[in-house]
């Protein structure tokens, strides 16, 4: 299992109603994150957020993408992960150990994938992602997650 990519945007990027002339996305993956309990991860637009503090964090699967050929920059999530299914474990907890202090993230809520996806990701994604959009998370533990092997463990 390994984390294939993080993404960290310090701002919004998608507003109003979704049209074909999509603003230019910046790269904002990065190869390392700091996570703190309670508050999301550090230069992330939701990080302390009060109304987004239980799902500041969001994760998704690369299966769910892989047909695109896209990651998160076109997806618009945290985390993506390899060799977990995260989209049927609401309520769970997922512990992500990088070697640099395990993460406890809370899933809480599914991501759901929005218009703006099929001129992000491609045609029908916001459709085919129905279901496969990721999931919401409360950080429960600071902690660091770095691209590259991750060791993971359901604990509850």
């Known amino acids: 299992m390994r984390i294939v990519e993080l993404l960290v945007s310090p701002r919004h990027r998608l507003e109003g109603r979704p049209s074909a002339d999509v603003p230019p ?3 904002e993956t990065v190869e ?3 996570v703190r309990a309670g508050l999301g991860i550090v ?3 939701f990080f302390n957020q009060r109304a987004h503090r239980t799902g500041a964090v969001t994760i998704m699967d690369a299966a769910a993408v892989r047909p ?4 998160l920059a076109a997806a618009r999530r945290n985390v993506l992960l ?3 299914d995260v989209d ?3 309520g769970r907890t997922l512990r992500l150990d990088c070697g640099e202090g395990a993460v ?11 218009a703006w996806l099929d001129h992000t990701v491609g045609a029908s994604a916001w459709k085919g992602l129905r279901g496969h959009g990721g999931m919401r998370c409360e950080p429960l533990s600071d902690g660091v997650l770095r691209v590259g092997p991750v060791e993971i463990t359901w604990l509850e």
């Open 32 to 34: 390392r994150v700091e």
């Open 25 to 27: 996305l910046p790269d």
């Open 104 to 114: 406890d993230l809370r899933l809480r809520s599914r991501a759901n994938p929005c």
């Open 88 to 90: 049927g474990a609401t």
């Open 68 to 71: 695109w050929g896209v990651g």
């Open 43 to 45: 230069g992330d637009r």
């Open 82 to 84: 390899e060799g977990v």
